[in-house]
């Protein structure tokens, strides 16, 4: 498969700093095009949230540019993929912790990591509220579940989804990456078809605007070619803007074709 990409970030109308990162990598093997993607949101409410995410998608790009390549060579499964991630994200929880603590501040990042093999299976990492979802013409589909507490009270029953949207804690997370003693990454697998579209995006993109909406704007079969999508991005941030949203807003759009 080829793959066609588009990424838009935005600080938004409220913050000084846009604290969401992203990095988007492609690269050709002799079987087949592997596409690698994170996006990560600084903790807004926390110090120097922007320090956090730079350095864990710092350090998923070291572990692709470097290590992913020698992993390929010997022969890796998604397994092997899982196990990797988890360290990166271990570490860098100890990391940017120590960091915090050294200057007597807290941050810590969220972590939404897809990568998509030469045979079009994919694999998603995930910590916090960043979501992954899978776009087709027919349908949108959340592949990540937010550890978040709002989330969590949905799931038991204790809070319908349209308290959710606008409860006082709905950016309170359960963990993330520099802020939690422990860190538990959850992992997502699957394959990928030419026709569809995987969106990563942060809670910013997402608050402001419906479901349908992302699907409608972001369907494949109206998103032939990359100005017309990076258009549509730059139209759904400005129709989060105009509804209230004071969050940065980052979104990245992996097309398979």
């Not at 969401?20 to 596409?35: E, F, L, N, R, S």
């Not at 100890?94 to 050294?102: C, L, P």
């Not at 998603?124 to 979802?133: E, L, N, T």
């Amino acid at each position: 498969m080829d793959y066609r990409i588009a990424v838009k970030t935005d600080v938004g109308i409220r913050k000084e700093t846009n604290q969401d990162g992203c990095c988007i990598k492609q690269a050709q093997t002799d079987k087949g095009t592997v596409i690698f993607a994170v996006l990560c949101d600084g903790m807004g409410g926390l110090s120097k949230g922007e320090v956090a995410s730079a350095n864990l998608i710092k350090a998923f790009a070291k572990w692709f540019e470097n290590d992913y390549p020698k992993m390929l060579l010997k022969g890796c499964t998604v397994e092997d993929i899982r196990l990797e991630w988890s360290k990166i994200i271990e570490e860098q929880n100890q990391n940017i912790a120590a960091y915090g603590d050294a200057l007597h501040i807290q941050l810590g990042t969220t972590a939404t990591a897809l990568l998509i093999t030469e045979d079009g299976s994919y694999i998603i990492g995930h910590v916090g509220d960043s979501r992954a979802y899978l776009i087709t013409d027919e349908s949108i589909e959340q592949l990540t579940e937010d550890q978040s507490f709002v989330a969590r009270e949905v799931k038991m029953g204790r809070m319908t989804p349209q308290e959710a949207l606008t409860d006082s804690r709905r950016n309170v997370l359960l963990q993330c990456v520099g802020a939690s003693t422990v860190v538990e990454p959850a992992f997502y697998f699957g394959n990928a078809c030419a026709g569809q579209c995987f969106m990563l995006c942060s809670d910013g993109f997402r608050h402001a605007v419906s479901v349908e909406e992302i699907q409608q704007a972001f369907a494949p079969s109206a998103n032939n070619d990359e100005k017309t999508t990076e258009a549509n991005i730059e139209q759904m941030i400005e129709l989060n803007i105009s509804r209230g949203e004071t969050d940065n807003i980052t979104a990245v759009l992996i097309y398979a074709i």
